[in-house]
Each structure stands twice: as structure tokens, then as C-alpha cells.
């Protein structure tokens, strides 16, 4: 299995914002991890953005994803956007995303925006990889 890499849509080169965010790719059999770290936010979002990287792996046939979101300090309004984004275009392209290892205090945000009611959140990157396979009824994560 490859090493983790920062993806580039067009050349597959390492692209971080030197601000405040990096997003890292990696594969776990057919399913790829985005580990994003610092801050997903208008302000320190690195290009491509998150949603623009979700669909270069679309348009390269991978539709299951997961965002690993420990290392995640902040997410403003354009972050949840970007997640939304990402959601939807895999949702309808007929693959999914899961959530995992979200910090307690950017989990109040989804709670909040009544998000967790729409995504997979999973406590452990694990556990979202075992969503795939036993995938949870719409709307419900698994346990934190």
C-alpha cells in the first residue's frame, strides 16, 4: 500500500496552504482517507479545496470517502460548506462520506447545524471503514 500524499487535482503534487491547512490523501483498499489539518476555513483553505479534491477521486472512480478531522482546529461556515459539497457529490454519484475522529469541540458545530443527523460520523477511522461495509441507516452515526 502507498504511502499518505497531498493531492493536487491536476498533478498529483503536494499542495498546503502555508497559513493553517493541509489536506493529506491515502488509501485504505478501495477507500480513501483525507486527513485535514489546521483549519478548514475560508481564510486557510488550501487549493484545490476539499469538495475539488472529492471529485478528482470521483472522476478517477473512487466514491468512498472518509474525512479524518483530528487534527482539525476550526471549521467556519465555508468548511461545513465543503463538507456539505463533498457530501452531495458523492451522494449522488452513489458513493458516501463518513466523518471520523472529530475533536468534542467542532463536533457541537455539527451537532448545532443538525449535521450529524445527515452525515456518518464515526468515533475512530476504524469504525468508519467497518460503516462501509455495514453501512448504518441514513442519518445515523455510529457511537461516540
Do not use: H, Y
Not at 452531495?88 to 475522529?101: D, E, Q
Not at 450529524?116 to 441514513?138: G, R
Amino acid at each position: 500500500m502507498p504511502g499518505p500524499s497531498v493531492l493536487d487535482i491536476t498533478q498529483g503534487v503536494a499542495m498546503e496552504n502555508p497559513k493553517k491547512l493541509a489536506i493529506t490523501s491515502r488509501s485504505a483498499g478501495d477507500i480513501v482517507v483525507f486527513d485535514i489539518d489546521g483549519e478548514l476555513s475560508r481564510w486557510a483553505s488550501a487549493l484545490p479545496t476539499l469538495s475539488e479534491l472529492v471529485k478528482s477521486q470521483l472522476s478517477s472512480g473512487k466514491d468512498r470517502i472518509i474525512l479524518n478531522l483530528e487534527k482539525t482546529g476550526f471549521v467556519d461556515s465555508f468548511g461545513v460548506g465543503e463538507i456539505i459539497t463533498s457530501f452531495i457529490s458523492l451522494r449522488n454519484s452513489g458513493g458516501a462520506l463518513k466523518l471520523c475522529r472529530i475533536p468534542d469541540k467542532l463536533l457541537l458545530v455539527f451537532k448545532i447545524t443538525g449535521l450529524e443527523k445527515v452525515l456518518t460520523i464515526c468515533p475512530t477511522e476504524e469504525a468508519a471503514l467497518e460503516s462501509f461495509a455495514n453501512p448504518p441507516a441514513p442519518g445515523q452515526s455510529k457511537p461516540r
